[in-house]
């Protein structure tokens, strides 16, 4: 295990709706990733935040949106659902904003219908 | 752009078969990069990375990866592969933009092995 935790594992939502994935942290950890894995791809890195502050984002739109709490657990925010937005989503924790180490949890399997 | 490419999508072995997964990559700064294992309804794990110093990289598991620059190449190797062993992995570099590091992963390779 790696001490990340995501919840919930499973969602299954309409498309048009919104949805707020949740992320704890490992222990001591600052900075928080996450990264959408769609269907026979990698990881693609969403962005990341490093207390409390957004500190660099992928090419994905304004409607994912993120959170990170004094606690450095996180929450990521996807508005208005579309069926592509069907993935797997992952959330790291790492020391450093640099990621030299990023432990990852479960995974939310998200699906848009 | 920066990207990694893994050229195999599906590989099967028999039980003791030798394996190497192919990894290319593209990033025109100093080079981190990571093999990811991911075992069915598991978590992504680190099998091994490269930061610096000896190109030859020993991880977990009994997988090794060799880092050659001039082909801008990280390719994993195990010398006799157990039937635990099947899963997805993927290959990773680490590309850094001001203070923030983020991982650019490959599409992976998933490993079939037969007992």
């Known amino acids: 295990e790696t001490g990340v935790t995501q919840s919930p594992t499973h969602l299954i939502k309409t498309r048009g709706q919104q949805v707020t994935l949740r992320c704890s942290s490992q222990?001591?950890?600052?900075?928080v990733s996450w990264y959408q894995q769609a269907l026979g791809q990698g990881p693609q890195f969403i962005f990341q935040?490093?207390?409390?502050?957004?500190?660099g984002r992928g090419n994905f739109p304004p409607r994912f949106s993120g959170l990170q709490f004094p606690n450095y657990s996180s929450e990521l925010n996807v508005n208005a659902l579309e069926l592509d937005d069907s993935a797997l989503y992952l959330c790291a924790s790492s020391l450093d904003r640099g990621n030299t180490e990023a432990f990852f949890g479960q995974g939310t399997r998200l699906t848009v219908v | 752009a920066q990207s990694v490419s893994q050229h195999n999508h599906h590989v099967i072995l028999s039980e003791a078969a030798s394996l190497e997964l192919g990894c290319n990559y593209s990033?025109?700064?100093?080079?981190?990069l990571f093999w990811y294992v991911q075992y069915p309804g598991q978590h992504l794990q680190l099998l091994l990375k490269?930061?610096?110093?000896?190109?030859l990289v020993k991880g977990i598991k009994g997988f090794e990866a060799e880092f050659i620059k001039s082909k801008f190449s990280f390719n994993l190797r195990k010398p006799s592969v157990q039937w635990s062993d099947t899963a997805e992995y993927f290959c990773?570099?680490?590309?850094?933009?001001?203070?923030?590091?983020?991982?650019?992963f490959g599409k992976g390779t998933k490993l079939s092995v037969k007992p």
């Open positions: 222990s001591g950890h600052n900075t």
């Open positions: 990033y025109g700064g100093t080079v981190n």
């Open positions: 990773a570099v680490l590309v850094y933009g001001g203070s923030q590091g983020n991982l650019i």
């Open positions: 935040y490093y207390r409390e502050e957004e500190n």
């Open positions: 490269y930061f610096s110093g000896d190109p």
